[in-house]
C-alpha cells in the first residue's frame, strides 16, 4: 500500500513600506540611485550614531496588522538581532523579538502568526564570477537600501500546496497594496516570501521536518519552487530518508534546489533589547487614526459582492482579489445597463479576463457601459452568448457600442418565426444519424442538431428555442 | 567554569582571533569574574521586572520627512577599500 | 602666565567677557600647555589658534578639551582604539556642538582607556595617562586623560563620560570635580558607545562653580537620541553656603566591613561627614540591600551591551583592516583581533557569553533583574534622604600596573560608583582631603534630575573643605 503526502506550508514575508525616509535614519528611500548616495552617518552604522524611529513606519505597521485583524501590542519593543555580515552595518540588525507590534490574525484561509518591525540590509554585490556568493573574490556594499522600513509577516503553517500558496500570496499583495504601505514588487525586492516546507503523511497531525526555501523572487518561481521542494521530500521520505533542516535556494532556470551553507554560528543571535530605543506604546489617537485610514481590504470586498451581488464566493474572490477586475466590475454594474450582476461579474472573470489576461480591463477599449450593455443584450436574449462573444471579440480589438457592433455584424438573434424554423428542419434532413438516436432515447444526441442549426445562423439562435423547436418537429 | 571550548565559541561568535596562549588567559580570566558574578545567583529575584533602561520614555519618533545625505565620496572617505562606488569587502571564501 | 593657570573657566570667562584676557590668548595658553604635556593626556591638540573671532556666548571663549571618545567632525576620534585608527567623523557629537555654539571652542581631545572600559587608563592604545600628583601613578579611568588634563591645568576644563565610575573615579583620584548626571539628560548621539544604557556624558572641573556652568549648557532633550529628555528646568550657578535640613544616607552595605576599602579614604570620608555635621546637615546610615551586588549585574550588562556596540568595527565602513587571506571571515577576525586591546577583547567575551544561547536567563536577564532592586532602594533610600554620599573610590590612585594583571581587581576600582550608574542617578565627585598625599573625593548621588541641588551642597563643602591642588596644576607641564 503506498503512502500518499500532504504538504504543509508556512510563509514569511518581507515587506518593504513606502514611507518616505528609512526606518531609523533621516535618509530618503532609494529607487536605483548612485551606489552609497543614499546613507549618513546613522545608516552607516558609524561610531556613536544612534537610531531614531520613523513614526510613519509604525502607522503603517499598525495599518497591517489592523488589515490582517492581528492583535495591537499595547506596548512593543525593538531588539538588536547580532550576527556579522558586511550588508549589517551595526553587526545587528534593530528588529522586534519577544514582543512584536502585532500578534495573530488571518487573511482569507490563512492564520497570521506575527507582523512585526525591522530595518532592511544592504545591498551585497559579488564580484565573483558565477555571481553566488560562495565563489566570490570580492563583494561591494551599497547602504541605501540599508535601513528600509520592512514588516515582517510571518503566517501559521496553514497553507496545503504551492498553488494555495500562491493564491494567498496574490490576496495578501493585493491587501497590502491597497492599505498603500508598499510598492509590493517582487521583482523589485519590496515583497519577498521564504516558505518553510514539510511533509507528512495524509492524516497526519503532526509537523515533519521543515526545510526553509529562502528568497524566492516571483510569484511563479515561488509555486515552481514549492513544487520542487516537495517533490524533493517526497522522493527522500519515499526511498526511505530523512528529511534534513536546512535552508534551500531554489534556482529557476535549472528548477533545481540548492542546500546554502548553513551559518556557523547555528543562528545564536544573542537578541536582547536595544537599549537605544524606548518602547511603542500604541495609543487610542493612534489606533484610530489607523482605523479612519483603513480603506475597504480585498477580503471585504469579496463578502461584499457575495453579499450584494449573489455571487459565487470563487467570483467574489476573483474579482476582489484583482483590484481592477474589483473596480471594473462595479463600475459595470454602476451603469445600470444590465440588472444582472451576476452575469456581469460572469462575463468580467470569464470573457473579458481570457481575452486581456493580466491587463487592467480599465486600460482596455471595453468601457465598463459597453460590457454592461452587450451583457444586458445576451441576458434578455436580442443577442445569443455566442454571438456576444463575438461582438466582446469586436470591442476588444475596436471599441464601440455593442448594440451598433451587433447591427452592422448581423448577429442579432433570430427570433423563433420561419427561418429558424427553417434552419431546424434543415438541420433534422442533414442529421438523420442523430434523429434516429434522439428517438431512441439517446438525448445527448441533440446537440449535433443543435450545433448544425448555430453553424448556419452564425450564432444568432438561441439554444433553447433550438431544442424546443427540434423536439417539436420531432413530435417528442 | 568556562573552558577552552567555550571560549573557543563565544571568540567565533564574536569574530575574534585568540591565539592559544590567549585562550587560556581568557578562560581563566572569564572564570574568575564570572566566578564572582555568580553571587546574583543566590538573589531571589521571583517577580521582578528586568530594567532595560531608566528613562521612562516611550513613543520617541520621528516625522517621516527626508533629511540629506552624505555626499558619495563623505560616505566612502573612511573606508579601508572602495569599489565600484562601494565597500569593497573580501568574499565568503570557498 | 600664570595668572591665567590661577584662573578657574568662569574667572577665565569673566576675565574675557571684561576684557582683561584675550580669547585668543586664553586659547593660545592651554593649547601650548596641552602641546607641553608630560603626562601623555592628549591624544590631539589643535595646531593654531583661531583668529580673534569673537565668541560669543555664556561659556565666553573658554577652551574645551573633550575625551577621543566624543565624535569630532574632521578630527581624529578613535574611543582610544586602534581598531578607529585615523577615523575621522563627518559629523560631531551633539554636546560638543552644544558647547562650541555656547562658546568653548574645542582645543584638544583626551585620552581614555579604550572604548572607556578601564579604571585606569592603562587600556589605551595611545599609552598610560600619568596623575599629575604622582607620575608613578594611574589617574583613573576611563577619562583618566580629562581628568590629568584638568588637574595638571593644561585644560581648563573638559568633558568625559561616565558609563560605570569613569568621571568621578578619575576626578577623585586626580583631585578635581567630576560630575555624572542623570542618565538622558545629556545626548549621547556622537559620543562613540560602550554601554548604551549606561553612558552618560558628564564633565571634569577645576571646581563646582565651573562643572555647573559647563553642564548647564549641555542637558537637553536631542532629537538624534531617542533615550534623552527635556531638562526639567534649568541649571544656574551654586550659591549653597550651609547644608542646614539636609539628610545624608551613608549606605551601610557599602561602607561597613568593606573589604579593600583603604583606612586613608575611610579617615577623609568621615571628616567630610563631620564638617557636613558641623554644616548642618544630619547624617545617618541607610540601606541599599542590592548594592554590594550592582558589581556583578554591571559587569554584565555593560559587556553584553558593549558586545553589540563593538560589532561595527569589522573592517569594512571605517577604520583598521586586517586582510587575511582573502576571506571574509578571517578579514573581520584578524581585524578585530588587532584592532582590540586585551580589555576590550575580554569584556566582548564576557557580553557575548552572557547573551549567549542557554546563558541569557542566568547572567543578562538576573543582572537586569538586579538593576530593578538596585533602582528600587535608590527611590526607597530618597524617600528619607536628599543624598547618599559615599567615598568616590575605595582607594586613592594606585601603582602604574598594579593592577594590570588582575582584571576583577580592577573592576572592584568602581564598588562605589556602579549601584548609581545602573540606577542612572546623578552624582558628583569632589575632592575631600588627602590620604598619603593623594587626593581623596566623595560621591554625593542624589535622585534623578537633582544636579541642581547636588551642585549647592557639593559647593558647601567645597568652600568647607578648601581643597588645595595648585601643586599637581604646576606639574603636567613643561
Ligand atoms: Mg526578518
Ligand atoms: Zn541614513
Redesign the interface.
Known sequence: MTTSYEPVIGLEIHVQLSTKTKMFCACELSFGEQPNSRTCPVCLGMPGTLPVVNARAIDFGLLIGLALGSEIAPRSIFHRKNYFYPDLPKGYQISQFDIPLCLGGRLGEVAIHRVHLEEDAAKLTHQGTSGRINDADSSVVDFNRGGTPLVEIVTEPDIYSAAQAREWLTLLRTTLRQLGVSDVNMEEGSLRCDANISIRPVGETTLGTKTELKNMNSFRFIERGIDAEIARQVALVEAGQTVAQETLHFDPASGTLTSLRSKEDSHDYRYFPEPDLVPIVVTQAMLAQAHAALPELPAQRAQRFELDFALTAEIARMLAFRTELGDYFEAAVGSRDCDDPAAIASWVTGELVARLGDGDPGDSKVTPQALSKLVGLVSTKQLTSGAGKSVLDRLVADGGDPAAVMESEGLAAMDSGDELAEAVADAIAANPDAVAKLRDGKEQAIGALIGHVMRETKGRADGGEVTRLVREQLGL | MIDRDAVLHVAALARLELNSEEVERMAAELSAVLGHIEKISELDLEGVEPTSRVVELENVLRPDIPQPSLPVEVALAQAPAVSGGGFSVPGSGA | MSEILDLTAAAAGAAVRSGELGASELFEFYRQRAQDDQLNAFTWVAEATPGEAAIDGPLSGVPLAVKD???TKGIV?Q?GSRI?EG?????S?TVVEQLENAGAPLFAKTNQDEFAMGSSNENSAFGPVFNPWDVTRVPGGSSGGSAAAVAAGSAPWALGTDTGGSIRQPASFCGIVGLKPT??AVS??????F???LDQAGVLTRDVTDAALLLSEMVGRD?????S?EYPGSLVLPTGRDLSGIRLGVPEELTEGVEGIEPGVRAVFDDALRTAESMGATVETCRLP?AP?A???Y??IAP??A??N???Y????????V??D?????????T??AG?GPEV??R???G??A???GY?D????????????I?EDFNTAFESFDFIVTPTSPSVAFKLGARTAD??AM?LSDYFTVPMS???IPAISIPAGLSEGLPVGLQIAGPAFSEQRILEAAYALEGAFAFDASGARRSGSK
Open positions: 571618545l566624543f565624535c576620534s574611543s578607529l577615523f575621522r567623523p563627518p559629523y557629537a542618565y538622558g549621547r548621539y556622537g559620543m562613540i558607545a554601554a548604551s544604557s532629537p538624534r537620541d531617542s533615550t529628555l542590592h551586588h558589581l556583578s549585574a559587569y554584565l553584553a551591551e558586545s553589540a563593538l560589532s561595527r569589522d573592517g569594512v565602513r571605517f577604520g583598521l583592516r586582510e587575511g582573502g576571506d571574509l571571515k578571517e578579514m573581520y577576525e584578524r578585530r583581533s582590540f577583547k575580554r566582548i567575551m564576557l557575548t557569553y547573551l549567549s544561547s541569557y542566568a547572567y543578562y536577564g538576573r543582572a537586569q533583574r538586579v538593576r530593578t532592586k533602582a582584571p576583577l573592576y545602573l540606577a542612572g
